[in-house]
């Protein structure tokens, strides 16, 4: 890298010099965030050059497990491993200890380290959520944020990145997460901890990442919903928050429930539908009676119906004639 | 089209989806004239059915619904709980005048007796208008003897005639059920499993399946005097089984095509026993069994005293 040292940023961190081209900041590829919230799926940072010859570590963190509304994202940073202790300059901690407007200072740092350091995002709207975890085989969301934290991986290796290290913030038991990528990514040295986002600093700045794309994409969300003027008063969005549960009474309608804002596989969400919405039953559901099990035994005496049986035409047409309309 | 109907209290639907032929809405030509939904009297079952009469009764529809559990319908800016969808399709309107000349021929032995004196039902009071039915008067001699004294035409119930026009009918819904490629034999068809033999349905099948479309719209005792006519054999009804099982039915009882009994023959028995031995087993062999008891002993009735 024989560039010409470059003017050091305003914060005053120790940083390496700046390439001639710099790749599209985070800032401005987060705008796509405020455009289509729900629709920004996977995308990512150009690789810095440094990073596709380098041995890289590579850090994976979510923002947005709990809440009941909004999108969960998911976030990868990486950077080579001999500057893991420039990033560390950098400051960057645990997103949770710090607040909104350190967390955007904090993401200024990094993008303005994009020289060193990548990063990639995948949002998963609400409604995705939703009908992973409600649709017919269940996939629960722990087995969602383990494969979008694969996709994410998988996609910095394809885009060049010579990832050698992952950390990774833990979902469920650490020991087995951590079995499941180190069989997905057999090259790779894997390790998975609880509370990583404050053990190494690449998970850190996954951390920020994901925690400000969340903030942009939570700020920005287009309610696809013609609802006039709806109100964004909605507290933290965490079920717990007796704001958010007043601003899910306040829009639950009872023929089409919630938003697609809201995640409809949330307790509280279901909780409420079942309690004010139209009750409604789906053909997987609450089956009246288990079919494999014996038939009654005052089936046998009843009355056998005199009756024919429809012809199979009709029977497998499920079309039956009409006694009135 | 859907029609709108309310009855908010009880349940019934607010609205119906139907599929019908134009001819079943045409409006009507004089203002009396409505097409009109009106129950019936089931050829086949003998209980209430709706059918439908189209403006001025020239045409009888029935009316069937398709109808499975867990659907609704969104209906504009409505939700419709019912989800049916109903089908109005034209009928014959000789399989329902038949019911009533079956039922003249066994009450009046056999009596040559005006139309309009037979088809009368007291429990449906529009049962007349089958009569107004256009073509009814032309082909009611596929079904009757006719006599005409006078001015006036009088109708007995022909069984004879009745096999050969119902013949016909089988024979139109065969060729019916071949144009339409509707699998009528008794197996199911799976696209994944490929069979030693080669699957077509026989012309048996054919009949007998149109056999029992058309014995949908007749009364039960003229269904197996038509199975006698078409020369197919009877077949035993399987055994009623408890209502609360669903089970596809099928015209024909499944028979097993391959004969794997032979496979069970003695020798299977002596080649287990020749069977080489697990290793478990092997070292089970091995122990040293002597001074020790079958374990049948212990079960023995009388205990032996032993000394």
Request: hydrophobic share 35%; charged share 25%.
């Amino acid at each position: 890298m024989g560039v010409p040292p470059v003017t050091p940023i305003s914060q005053g961190a120790v940083r390496g010099p700046l390439p001639s081209q710099t790749p599209p900041s985070p800032a401005m590829a987060l705008a796509r965030l405020e455009r289509d919230p729900a629709g920004a799926g996977r995308f990512g940072s150009a690789v810095p050059p440094p990073c596709r010859h380098r041995p890289c570590a590579l850090g994976v963190d979510e923002a947005g497990r709990g809440p009941v509304l909004g999108p969960m994202v998911y976030g990868i940073c990486y950077c080579p491993v001999e500057k893991l202790e420039e990033l560390e300059a950098l400051g960057v901690a645990d997103s949770k200890t710090l607040s909104e407007g350190e967390r955007e200072r904090r993401f200024g740092l990094l993008e303005a380290a994009s020289d060193i350091l990548g990063w990639a995002l995948h949002v998963l709207p609400p409604d995705h959520i939703s009908a992973c975890m409600q649709q017919r085989a269940k996939y629960n969301l722990n087995e969602l944020s383990h494969d979008t934290a694969v996709g994410l991986i998988q996609f910095a290796l394809d885009s060049g990145v010579q990832v050698a290290e992952v950390f990774v913030d833990t979902v469920g038991p650490a020991e087995k997460y951590e079995a499941k990528l180190r069989q997905r990514f057999p090259g790779l040295e894997v390790t998975v901890r609880p509370k990583a986002d404050g053990l190494f600093p690449v998970v850190s700045a996954a951390s920020i990442c994901a925690k400000v794309a969340r903030d942009r994409a939570v700020k920005h969300w287009k309610f696809v919903e013609d609802l006039e003027d709806i109100d964004r008063d909605y507290g933290s969005g965490y079920p717990n928050d007796p704001k958010t549960k007043e601003w899910l009474r306040r829009h639950l309608e009872p023929v089409f429930g919630f938003p697609q804002f809201v995640r409809f596989s949330w307790g509280t969400a279901q909780e409420l539908l079942q309690r004010r919405g139209v009750p409604i039953k789906w053909a997987d559901e609450d089956p009246k009676q288990d079919p494999t099990a014996p038939p009654s035994v005052l089936s046998y005496f009843a009355r056998t119906p005199a009756r024919r049986p429809p012809h199979r035409f009709f029977h497998e047409r499920s079309l039956r004639p009409l006694a009135e309309l | 089209m859907h029609g709108a109907k309310q009855h908010p209290a009880d349940g019934h639907p607010g609205q119906w989806v139907l599929i019908a032929p134009e001819s079943a809405t045409d409006p009507p030509k004089t203002p009396d004239s409505e097409p009109l939904f009106t129950k019936l009297r089931n050829p086949s079952t003998g209980e209430a059915t709706l059918y439908l009469f189209n403006s001025g009764a020239q045409q009888l529809f029935e009316v069937k619904a398709f109808h499975e559990e867990y659907r609704s319908w969104f209906i504009g800016q409505t939700v419709q709980q019912d989800g049916r969808l109903l089908f109005v399709t034209p009928m014959d309107p000789l399989f329902l005048i038949l019911y009533y000349l079956i039922k003249a021929n066994k009450e009046q032995q056999g009596k040559f007796q005006p139309l309009d004196q037979v088809v009368l039902d007291s429990e449906y009071p529009s049962c007349p208008l089958l009569l107004k039915c256009a073509d009814v008067k032309q082909y009611i001699h596929h079904v009757a003897e006719e006599k005409e004294i006078g001015s006036q035409k009088f109708h007995k119930y022909s069984q004879e005639k009745t096999l050969k026009w119902l013949k016909k009918k089988v024979n139109q819904t065969v060729k019916a059920l071949k144009s339409n490629n509707i699998s009528v034999g008794e197996r199911v068809h799976a696209a994944t499993y490929i069979s030693g033999k080669q699957i077509t349905d026989t012309k048996e099948d054919y009949v007998r399946y149109a056999h029992g479309l058309i014995s949908e719209y007749i009364p039960e005792d003229l269904s197996k005097e038509l199975l006698k006519y078409l020369g197919l054999p009877e077949l035993r009804s399987p055994a009623p089984e408890p209502p609360l099982k669903k089970r596809k039915l099928s015209d024909v009882p499944v028979e097993a095509e391959e004969d794997y009994t032979k496979f069970n023959s003695s020798n299977l028995k002596t080649k287990k026993a020749n069977s080489k031995m697990s290793a478990a087993q092997k070292a089970l062999a091995k122990v040293d069994k002597s001074g020790m008891k079958s374990i049948s002993t212990f079960f023995s009735s009388k205990p032996k005293a032993s000394k």
